[in-house]
Nanobody
Framework: VQLQASGGGLVQAGGSLTLSCAAS????????MGWYRQAPGKQRELVAS???????NYRDSVKGRFSISRDNAKNTVYLQMNSLKPEDTAVYYC?????????WGQGTLVTVSS
């Protein structure tokens, strides 16, 4: 399984970014996908997940601001992030949910300035 996240960058508080994750080596349309993040000095945490048929869950701190979606034809999962806050600064990763330990990619860095 290979997962490649992209789309991170530097943005001011209140701004928006859209992350993409391209997946290969798995039957994408049968798995639940998740976006995770790891802030400096903190443990990695699940941000949002989406099942193969589109059921979605978010962690409380991003509800109403982030939106996860997927395109099964493109083997891609997205994370639209709006109203970004400095505390959203982290390296963002995609993985399956439950996660597949050997499927972590490099992640993409999101930095939100105040």
């Amino acid at each position: 399984v290979q997962l490649q996240a992209s789309g991170g960058g530097l943005v001011q508080a209140g701004g928006s970014l859209t992350l993409s994750c391209a997946a290969s080596g798995l039957i994408f349309n049968r798995v639940t996908m998740g976006w995770y993040r790891q802030a400096p000095g903190k443990q990695r945490e699940l941000v949002a997940s989406i099942t193969s048929v589109g059921f979605i869950n978010y962690r409380d701190s991003v509800k109403g601001r982030f939106s996860i979606s997927r395109d099964n034809a493109k083997n891609t999962v997205y994370l639209q992030m709006n109203s970004l806050k400095p505390e959203d600064t982290a390296v963002y990763y995609c993985n399956l949910f439950p996660l597949l330990q050997n499927a972590w990619g490099q992640g993409t860095l999101v930095t939100v300035s105040s």
